[in-house]
């Protein structure tokens, strides 16, 4: 057995599965929905959470706002690493939970029950966020010194308009990264590829006319319901030319 392989045998063998189930549960009960007008529905109080105990590990940790209020946390496995650097992703918001009478259980008590933990966030992603921090403070417990670096990015607004990572990457933290492991779910499979985003404004202009005079005008309506269809035809165009590649499909 090598050294990479020894090492990695010592760090599995240090994951604490309870610390990990505890913190995402403490995770799950801090509902961090964006709720505009509210001044305590953001991100911050679950991502000081996430900068305290990432402070109490060793990391060294940054916290900045992607838009006021709402924080991304950063921080860095050793200290004073330096070299390859890996990425670990997650994001301290949640959707919405909707209304509560629906739910079977309070949607931030975090409750554990027949083995698995319920309540919003608890897949999307504060389970994920907890996992990336119990593999970090494992490799910290199993003594592996890295000959690289891990960076923790816990960021706010995924559910949102993406302002965390788009922060995160503007202010150069994803510089020099070799890899990243995004965290959300994915069914206990890796997922090696992932959808793009569009996000287009598309203007269609006309021109007036009398209502007795149709041909002296342009009705603008026909133009973008032939893009809209012209649209759907290329995203099925796109997922012939990916081989219609899915996270099932390769399982690790
Ligand atoms: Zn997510």
């Given at each position: 057995m090598d050294k990479v392989e020894r090492a990695v045998d010592a760090a599995v063998e240090a994951v604490d599965p309870a610390y990990v189930v505890d913190l995402a549960r403490r995770l799950v009960q801090i509902p961090s929905v964006m709720r505009?007008?509210?001044?305590?529905?953001?991100?911050s109080a679950a991502a000081a959470a996430v900068a305290a105990e990432l402070d109490g590990l060793g990391l060294l940790v940054r916290v900045e706002d992607a838009a006021p209020g709402r924080p991304n946390v950063i921080a860095d496995w050793p200290a004073d690493g330096t070299g390859p650097l890996l990425i670990l992703e997650g994001h301290t918001d949640v959707v919405t939970e909707g209304?509560?009478?629906?739910?079977?259980?309070?949607?931030?008590?975090?409750v554990v029950r027949d083995g698995r933990l319920y309540g919003?966030?608890?897949?999307?992603m504060k389970g994920g966020i907890a996992a990336a921090i119990g593999a970090v403070r494992a490799v910290r417990d199993a003594g592996v010194r890295l000959t690289g670096r891990v960076r923790l990015a816990v960021v706010s607004d995924e559910e949102g308009m993406m302002l965390g990572i788009k922060r995160f990457i503007r202010n150069g933290?994803?510089?020099?990264?070799?890899g990243a492991i995004i965290c959300e779910p994915e069914a206990n499979a890796p997922c090696l590829v992932q959808k793009g985003a569009v996000r287009a404004v598309g203007r269609f202009r006309g021109r007036m006319a009398h209502g007795a005079m149709p041909k002296t005008g342009v009705n603008p309506i026909p133009a973008a319901a032939a893009f809209v269809r012209r649209a759907a035809r290329s995203r099925r165009t796109t997922r012939r030319a990916t081989g219609g590649i899915r996270c099932s499909a390769i399982r690790a």
């Open positions: 505009g007008g509210d001044p305590a529905g953001n991100e209304d509560p009478s629906l739910w079977s259980v309070p949607p931030f008590g975090g919003r966030g608890a897949a999307d933290w994803a510089e020099g990264a070799v």
